[in-house]
């Protein structure tokens, strides 16, 4: 993990440089630039809220905001994880030319991600400035459960990276995984009033999307505490996980160069 640091604190400048970049890249030939990192998630709120909210009668309170939450941070979740996985093979050409520790490639598709995550949130800050949502204290455990979310995620993020240059296939099953994890996380229903209380265990502590996303909509819309242990015990695993992930990723270095 010493390495991990040290490379961490040399390399962090070409991470933030990569995301500006990529950022600028996106929006250079599009008529609404930026405008759409909150269009796309707002129009699927809207879609989901008509649906669920109007021909299905959901009753859950702040349903707008309660669906715009979920949407925000599984979006970053799953367009990490997407990306992760055939990362190595679309930056070939910096890769093979110049070193570089790989998961500096990572931090930047979360700071890519990240930023565009941010203008979402712009944007539930006026939603709860309209809907007249009472804020309360308990607003600030978003900071340690976004700690748990960016956790987890690098972590899931290290092994699809890795994995994604041997297995061919694997952007397909990741996808397909992600697609049913989408519909148990909570997305647009609430997990905990919906399923049966058997189920409901399982999902909140073994999926920890779904403890990430209840957790961001108790602190945010209800003035509730989240659950503090088992997000404290998914901190722990992400720690786990990522800390494998990076020895497999330094052990695997120069395997990279030769396959990719």
Known sequence: MKRFWKDLKSHYRYAIYSAKSELKSEVANSYLNWIWWVLEPFCFMLIYAFIFGVVFNASEQYFPVFIFLGITAWDFFNRCLTQSVKLLKNNKSIVTKVYIPKFILLISKMFFNGYKMLFSFAIIVIMVIYFRIPITLNVLYVIPIFIVLF?????????????????????????????????????????????????????????????????????????????????????????IVAALGIRKIYKNENSYVKVI
């Open 151 to 239: 956790v987890v995620t690098f972590a899931c993020m290290t092994h699809l990276m890795h994995y994604g240059v041997f297995i061919q296939d694997l952007a397909n099953v990741t996808n397909i995984v992600l697609r049913m994890v989408f519909y148990l996380t909570g997305i647009f229903y609430n997990i905990e009033k919906r399923l049966p209380a058997k189920y409901t265990g399982i999902l909140m502590k073994g999926n920890p999307m779904a403890l990430v996303l209840s957790g961001i909509r108790k602190c945010v819309l209800y003035g509730q505490a989240p659950d503090v242990k088992w997000l404290f015990i998914w901190f722990i695993i992400g720690i």
